[in-house]
């Protein structure tokens, strides 16, 4: 019995032995995976498309160090007031419209857009992650890329034409008010005027009248004065 159980005993310190050989290798294989892996992604900052186009394709960059094992890239997409997954990886939000792909032996991936239209104008981020790694740098996106349309023109919407149609009457009723007030107040300066004229030629009128009223009195009273000198003689 003794030799067995000594066999039991030898098997299971081998069999320690050999799972702290496995932790180990796993904990080494991980650690490896989450300290050395570290991706960088560049994207265009911007890029121009002509309206005459119809094709557009966004070109993804990125440079590896120490990455093993499989990965994926992303795209997502921000227009003016939503944001979009667009593939993730696979494009099934618009299959039709969006063709994600990447060169096996290329560190780079592109988007692909057909039938670009004045919708399509937004922001595009590439974003790429190593499925068998933990490490925080294995999972990373670019700055994004801004889609333009060249010549592109903002239509102008009924809300639009009818607030200006609205400020253009208001600017000439408030300048049509100050014409009208502009007016007025001209004419009572002249009223003003040609009252404050008439009242001094009325005073002056007066005056004469007065003087001339007491001219005439003296020379009446002399000539009765006279009138009574030659009586007496």
């Known amino acids: 019995a003794l030799p067995i ?14 799972l702290i050989l496995k932790l180990l290798l796993n904990l080494c294989h991980t650690a490896v995976y989450a300290d050395d892996c570290s991706i ?33 890239v ?6 003016e007031l939503q ?7 696979e494009c099934a939000m618009y299959p039709r419209k969006f063709k994600a792909s990447r060169p096996s032996s290329l560190e780079s991936a592109s988007l692909q857009i057909t039938n670009v239209n004045s919708n399509d104008s937004g922001i595009y981020i590439c974003g790429i992650a190593f499925v068998d790694s933990n490490a925080t740098t294995s999972k990373r996106t670019g700055e994004g890329t801004t889609l333009v349309m060249k010549g592109q023109r903002q239509s102008i919407n009924q809300g639009d034409v009818l607030l200006i149609v609205l400020s253009a009457l208001l600017l000439l009723y408030c300048i049509a008010l100050l014409c009208v007030c502009l007016y007025k ?12 004229n008439t009242h001094e030629d ?16 003296e020379l009446r009273h002399k000539r009765n004065a006279h009138k009574a000198q030659i009586g007496r003689a």
């Open 83 to 89: 944001h979009e997954d667009l593939c993730i990886p």
């Open 185 to 196: 107040s001209k004419n009572k300066g002249i009223r003003h005027s040609n009252r404050k």
């Open 202 to 217: 009325f005073n002056e009128s007066h005056k004469k009248r007065m003087i001339f009223q007491a001219v005439a009195q």
């Open 74 to 79: 992303y795209w997502f997409r921000y227009l």
């Open 40 to 72: 960088i992604v560049d994207q265009e900052a911007l890029m121009e498309v002509e309206t005459t186009s119809t094709v557009a394709t966004i070109v993804c960059h990125f440079s590896l160090t120490a990455c093993h094992g499989s990965s994926q």
């Open 5 to 18: 159980s000594m066999s039991i005993h030898m098997a299971l310190h081998d069999l320690k032995w050999v």
